[in-house]
């Protein structure tokens, strides 16, 4: 017996971590009934113990985990992680400095050698099924508006979050390069250079703060009023930050680098790094399709990775956007851990009342 309706998200996503960026729209759902007539065949379903959604660092790094406590994992990657455009992973003890493409591609092998299974593809559905067997009841998902279903056991969200930009043209095409968000991933890069904060609000006020211990050239750009409260302005003065209310007209590239900043009276004021006060929010909509509750940009869960939905757990940024690569993987790692236990117990359980 069914327990919940065929999940069909528009425009769902494998699981990549995107950054708004600059990046495509996501692969579109299956539109009718007739789209998912390979999944709603259950014994055609291919097994698993866990299916991942997201292939990025957490995903990859959970479904490690998983696979090293001999469960039979997939992993279903759209292929697109938030950090593919950035030159290099910091703050990650042995790996500093590796590029991101070059650090996944590692990760991937990793988990490969312990069965983990890699499917490229969009997540177009899911839901619960109960078949009356424990062994055969679980969760469904159908990839590919059916190309591929699996059977499942638990199902993890490492979906990741988007970061949309300020509206400024020219911002987009430096993403990742000369234009980042993160001061703890990209503040020791920009040490001495004359630095600006593109936005407004608490995410540029902690951006400048931040940035001080990198550059006494710092520079508030706000594209307009700065929405700050006058605290807030007293003190940025006091600290020898500028700031700037005047209209923008672009971010100059020269060869592919930063040149500056161009205003509308004309001025091209240069910089060597622009930090944008990105807004954050969930990259997929499949956990809020699935029933989880979301608040803000993160996935609600307990402090295991449980969301609200049975079967269903959430690691990586989409749990806790303010993670980073390293905090990711370590989310993902006690995420893994605490589901492997949860299942142990089931397993348990199910034995016993079976003698």
Not at 269 to 273: R, T
């Given at each position: 017996?069914?327990t919940?309706?065929?999940?069909?998200?528009?425009?769902?996503?494998?699981?990549?971590?995107?950054?708004?960026?600059?990046?495509?729209?996501?692969?579109?759902?299956?539109?009718?009934a007739?789209?998912?007539?390979?999944?709603?065949?259950?014994?055609?379903?291919?097994?698993?113990?866990?299916?991942?959604?997201?292939?990025?660092?957490?995903?990859?790094?959970?479904?490690?985990?998983?696979?090293?406590?001999?469960?039979?994992?997939?992993?279903?990657?759209g292929?697109?992680?938030r950090?593919?455009?950035a030159?290099?992973?910091?703050?990650?003890?042995?790996?500093?400095?590796?590029?991101?493409?070059?650090?996944?591609?590692?990760?991937?092998?990793?988990?490969?050698?312990y069965?983990?299974?890699?499917?490229?593809?969009?997540?177009?559905?899911?839901?619960?099924?109960?078949?009356?067997?424990?062994?055969?009841s679980?969760?469904?998902i159908?990839?590919?508006?059916?190309?591929?279903?699996?059977?499942?056991?638990?199902?993890?969200?490492a979906?990741?979050?988007?970061?949309?930009?300020?509206?400024?043209?020219?911002?987009?095409?430096?993403?990742?390069?000369d234009?980042?968000?993160?001061?703890?991933?990209?503040?020791?890069?920009a040490?001495?250079?004359?630095?600006?904060v593109?936005?407004?609000g608490?995410?540029?006020?902690?951006?400048?703060?931040l940035?001080?211990?990198?550059?006494?050239?710092?520079?508030?750009?706000t594209?307009?009023?700065?929405?700050?409260?006058?605290?807030?302005?007293?003190?940025?003065?006091?600290?020898?930050?500028?700031?700037?209310?005047?209209?923008?007209?672009?971010?100059?590239?020269?060869?592919?680098?930063?040149?500056?900043?161009?205003?509308?009276?004309?001025?091209l004021?240069?910089?060597?790094?622009l930090?944008?006060?990105?807004?954050?929010?969930?990259?997929?909509?499949l956990?809020?399709?699935?029933?989880c509750?979301?608040s803000?940009?993160?996935?609600?869960?307990?402090?295991?990775?449980?969301?609200?939905?049975?079967?269903?757990?959430a690691?990586?940024?989409?749990?806790?956007?303010?993670?980073?690569?390293?905090?990711?993987?370590?989310?993902?790692?006690?995420?893994?851990?605490?589901?492997?236990?949860?299942?142990?117990d089931?397993?348990?359980?199910?034995?016993?009342?079976?003698?």
């Open positions: 017996m069914r919940g309706a065929w999940l069909r998200p528009m425009n769902e996503t494998g699981g990549g971590n995107r950054s708004g960026a600059g990046t495509r729209g996501y692969a579109d759902g299956a539109d009718s007739d789209d998912t007539d390979d999944a709603d065949d259950m014994d055609g379903a291919d097994r698993a113990d866990i299916v991942v959604v997201g292939g990025g660092v957490a995903g990859v790094q959970a479904a490690l985990v998983l696979g090293r406590a001999r469960r039979r994992v997939v992993v279903v990657d292929g697109h992680p950090n593919e455009r030159r290099a992973v910091h703050n990650l003890a042995g790996h500093e400095g590796t590029a991101p493409a070059e650090l996944l591609e590692r990760a991937r092998s990793d988990a490969a050698r069965g983990v299974r890699f499917v490229s593809g969009t997540v177009t559905g899911a839901r619960h099924e109960d078949a009356g067997d424990p062994a055969r679980g969760l469904r159908a990839v590919d508006r059916g190309r591929a279903v699996f059977a499942a056991g638990a199902l993890v969200l979906t990741g979050i988007t970061e949309d930009l300020p509206d400024v043209p020219g911002l987009a095409a430096l993403w990742g390069h234009v980042v968000s993160c001061p703890y991933c990209h503040g020791w890069e040490a001495g250079l004359p630095v600006a593109v936005g407004s608490p995410r540029a006020w902690r951006q400048l703060l940035l001080r211990r990198f550059t006494d050239d710092l520079t508030l750009i594209d307009g009023p700065t929405g700050l409260e006058p605290a807030q302005s007293e003190r940025l003065a006091l600290l020898g930050i500028t700031v700037c209310e005047d209209r923008v007209t672009r971010v100059v590239a020269e060869d592919g680098r930063l040149a500056g900043v161009e205003f509308a009276d004309g001025r004021v240069p910089y060597g790094a930090f944008a006060a990105t807004a954050r929010r969930q990259a997929s909509p956990p809020a399709l699935l029933g509750a979301v803000g940009a993160s996935v609600v869960t307990d402090t295991d990775g449980r969301t609200g939905v049975p079967g269903v757990w690691a990586g940024t989409c749990a806790d956007p303010s993670l980073t690569v390293a905090g990711a993987m370590g989310h993902a790692t006690t995420t893994a851990i605490a589901l492997n236990n949860a299942l142990v089931a397993e348990t359980e199910e034995w016993a009342a079976r003698t």
